[in-house]
Every structure is written in structure tokens, then in C-alpha cells.
């Protein structure tokens, strides 16, 4: 069993920086593609960012492109996702979440998901 555990979320003003932590407890997290999801108060989850199990691969949605960065730290069981230039749109629960195998931008194809750690942003 994967336990996903997230850190790093705050409030934050407009314009500032946060970086999201996600610590598997799984051995074989180097085999697993993870990904980044959100969910404000009274809307669907969406998809944020993903990597490949290598990290060779990544995608954004588009709302995020060029402000966040997802990377991985496989010695270190960990997923990050570096937060730029925030926007209180941004507002949200944030997830990480993983899967063995390919990444996906659905949430129906990840297994595995962390509690969520709250991030707010301030204009």
C-alpha cells in the first residue's frame, strides 16, 4: 500500500512563491508516475501538473503553465511542485497523487492520493 502524504501549502499574497512536498511510503516510488490535482470550495477536482516515473516527462494544464514546475526527488520518495507568480484563483486544496505506469491529467487514473494541504492566496 502507497501512502501519499503533502506538505508545504500556506497563505500566501498575490505575486508570492510556495513549493508543495508529497512523501510516498511506498518502495517502489521511482516506479510510479505522479501527479498534482486541486479542488477549490465547490468544484471539481482538476488536474495541475504530472511526471513520468523517470521524471523525463511532465505536463501542465494550462492555467499553470510557466508559473508552476512539478519535479521528483526518487532517492528521497518525493514529488515537488514549485508555485510562481500565484493568483488567488489559485486557491484550492491540493493533492498529489500516483499511479504505476503512465501519467495521466484524469484523476481516474491515478490509485493512490494524499490527504491534500491548503493553499490560499491573497490579492
Known amino acids: 500500500q502507497v501512502q501519499l502524504v503533502e506538505s508545504g501549502g500556506g497563505l500566501v499574497q498575490a505575486g508570492g512563491s510556495l513549493r508543495l512536498s508529497c512523501v510516498s511510503s511506498?518502495?517502489?516510488?521511482?516506479?510510479?508516475?505522479m501527479g498534482w490535482f486541486r479542488q477549490a470550495p465547490g468544484k471539481e477536482r482538476e488536474f495541475v501538473a504530472a511526471?513520468?516515473?523517470?521524471?523525463?516527462?511532465?505536463s501542465y494544464a494550462d492555467s499553470v503553465k510557466g508559473r508552476f514546475t512539478i519535479s521528483r526527488a526518487n532517492a528521497k520518495n518525493t514529488v515537488y511542485l514549485q508555485m510562481n507568480s500565484l493568483k488567488p484563483e489559485d486557491t484550492a486544496v491540493y493533492f498529489c497523487?500516483?499511479?504505476?505506469?503512465?501519467?495521466?491529467?484524469?484523476?481516474?487514473?491515478?490509485?493512490?492520493w494524499g490527504q491534500g494541504t491548503q493553499v490560499t492566496v491573497s490579492s
Open positions: 511506498g518502495r517502489t516510488f521511482g516506479s510510479y508516475a
Open positions: 511526471i513520468s516515473w523517470s521524471g523525463g516527462g511532465t
Open positions: 497523487a500516483g499511479v504505476r505506469g503512465t501519467m495521466g491529467q484524469s484523476p481516474y487514473a491515478y490509485d493512490y
